[in-house]
């Protein structure tokens, strides 16, 4: 369904209905980015383009008998005045919501990425070290576990971030001290 969607921001980003955000000057627009039935949309803070998404999500609904979440959907806006948010938040009927946020489980801020961004990740993957401590592993298994839940963690958010070297550091001691924990030659 979601596909149907994106064909439509696509179409109206086309017919110039959606104008989108430049990142640079040279760059083209990106009007979305949509992950399974996750939809960040992204525009010029005017009515124009509000009413365009609007408008668009309105017609998904109908045609896919499914309703957009409102207490799930957020609007962002960056330097804007409080008037023109006022008024786009009633048209697209969505909370505003400041920075830093979340978008599945990637921190957005609008600042430079600190240690206290990567905490919840380094508390969640300490608690998982912490159940797996009391039992009896052996090398194979606690590698096993290592590779496959302890790297996935890791790497989603390195596909979405930059880190830095302290953080990278502390979360490859983390794993190095749960692989080989209990043996004499490390």
Not at 1 to 8: Q, W
Not at 153 to 167: E, F
Request: a positive charge; glycine letters at 4%.
């Amino acid at each position: 369904m979601v596909e149907g969607l994106r064909r439509s921001i696509t179409t109206a980003s086309s017919t110039n209905a959606l104008s989108g955000l430049k990142i640079y000057a040279s760059a083209s627009p990106s009007t979305h980015q949509q992950f399974i039935d996750d939809t960040l949309l992204m525009g010029l803070v005017i009515i124009k383009e509000a009413l365009s998404f609007k408008a668009i999500l309105s017609g998904f609904s109908a045609t896919s008998c499914t309703f957009i979440n409102q207490k799930k959907s957020k609007l962002f806006f960056f330097n804007n005045p409080l008037a023109i948010q006022s008024n786009i938040s009633r048209i697209m009927e969505f909370q505003r919501c400041k920075l830093p946020s979340k978008y599945l489980g990637v921190p957005l801020t609008d600042k430079p990425l600190a240690r206290s961004t990567w905490e919840d990740l380094i508390t969640k993957m300490e608690k998982i070290l912490a159940n797996w401590t009391f039992r009896s592993l052996n090398l194979a298994s606690r590698f096993i576990l290592v590779k496959s839940v302890l790297q996935a963690i890791r790497q989603y958010l390195y596909s979405a971030l930059t880190t830095l070297k302290s953080i990278s550091n502390t979360l490859r001691n983390l794993q190095r001290n749960f692989l080989w924990r209990g043996l004499e030659k490390k």
